[in-house]
């Protein structure tokens, strides 16, 4: 979808998702991707290019960077949220079958070594 990356949306959920009182720094993002530091700075730099999130220097100190999303990014989102659905919705039936149909095999499988 509009050439994001998966990682690149799952940063943009990780900022949007963030605990209330988190600050969106690249630190608790990265701790939240479990990525490392620099990954989480390469990841922020392409969607800032993108104009999809911006940096901020926080109000209370000088040295921290904020990440944002911008309208662009929470429109991404929104779109992604959409065609996710939409796919859950086709998909879901026949993946809950195939899903059933595994545990009903583990469970024949299970019963007959006891």
């Known amino acids: 979808m509009r050439g994001v990356e998966p990682q ?7 900022i949007k998702g963030l605990p209330k009182g988190t600050r969106p720094t690249i630190t608790a993002v ?3 991707l479990c990525l490392r530091h620099h990954s989480t700075v390469e990841l922020a730099n392409r969607l800032v290019a993108r104009g999809a999130i911006s ?3 926080s109000d209370e100190d000088a040295r921290e960077i904020l990440l944002e999303l911008t309208s662009y990014g929470e ?5 992604l949220h959409v065609l996710h659905w939409q796919e859950l919705q086709t998909a879901g039936p026949s993946l809950a079958e ?3 149909a595994i545990v009903n095999q583990t469970k024949q499988h299970s019963e007959g070594h006891a």
Request: net charge positive.
């Open 8 to 14: 690149q949306h799952q940063l943009l959920l990780a």
């Open 30 to 32: 990265s701790a939240r």
């Open 55 to 57: 940096r901020r220097q």
């Open 75 to 79: 429109q991404i989102l929104r779109e």
């Open 98 to 100: 195939s899903l059933c």
